[in-house]
């Protein structure tokens, strides 16, 4: 009983703390700022929790979040096309960052045999360089990039729109833990993942096309993270190279705190979502009642250890 709804009661337990710290905590306003607020570590634990699960882990989600966002915004200040045709060219141009910085890691990995943590440390650096550079179709040639402003109204409406009162980012979150879930728990891709994460030599050995599986859950998780920092350029109304820095311990803790262990072989949507969600009430719920946000990272750095550590006695037990 308690393992399955372990950490449904930690999330309720977390917002009744909260709640009565601070009045400001538990009001429409903030929980719907606290849900928005998530959808970006959100939407990008959908894809690390594929790649988790597989046994794999990707430490470049960060650095990714922060080139797509480059590359989008640099896109649409082009003064080359009407605005009706580089809107979806930047929204091609930041997705296809995402997929190839995945299609990258997965073929280091899946073809190469190089360690996921090498690989994707190695894409982790190589992203956030490319991020801090200005390409010269940006400019007067290679420099460093600061921001890049000026992005047109009508790319704002994805980041800062709402649809019946209920803000854009929310609704994209929702849509993509449903189909995410629908993919991880109904499709012979979950299936395979999951077969692969809990014995990697048994998948291969019943037929499954471990590499090929493998190469396409990175490629997810680039995918989803490419969609992630092109809702938060949109709402930030620029492309900012500086962003998303350790967001890849936000999604891992996520995933983690949710249930989906670093071993492989284990985890649900579900649990994803709601790992997510403490994340970020903790985040908020700390910067109501005034805690440093130094002393914060500590704080999640001692949740982060203590569902692993929780993980471990239930593996023994």
Known sequence: MFEKYGIILALALEIIIFSLLSENFFTADNLLNVTNQATFIAIIAVGMTFVIISAGIDLSVGSVFALVGII?????????TPLWLRLPLALLAGLAVGLCAGLFSGLMISRFNVAPFIATLAMMTICRGLASLSPPIFGHGLKIQSTI???????????????????????????????????????????????????????????????????????????????????LASKMGVGDPKVG????????AAVVIGGTTLMGGRGSMLGTFI?????QVLYNGLNLVGVS?????????????????????????
């Open 72 to 80: 989008t915004a640099g896109v649409l200040t082009l003064d080359i």
């Open 293 to 317: 946000s130094f002393l914060q990272k500590v704080i999640i750095g001692i949740v982060i250890l203590a569902a692993v550590l929780i993980d471990q006695i239930k593996k023994k037990t």
């Open 275 to 279: 790992g997510a969600m403490i994340i």
């Open 149 to 231: 402003s000026g992005l047109p109204g009508a790319f704002g409406a994805i980041g800062k729109g709402h649809i019946l009162g209920i803000p854009a980012p929310v609704i994209v979150m929702v849509v993509v833990y449903v189909i995410g879930g629908v993919v991880l728990h109904q499709s012979r891709l979950g299936r395979y993942t999951y077969a692969i994460g809990g014995n990697e030599e048994a998948a291969r050995l019943s037929g499954i096309d471990v590499r090929r599986v493998k190469l396409l859950v990175y490629i997810l998780c680039g995918g989803l993270t490419a969609l992630s920092g092109i809702i």
């Open 245 to 252: 820095v350790l967001y890849e311990l936000d999604a891992i």
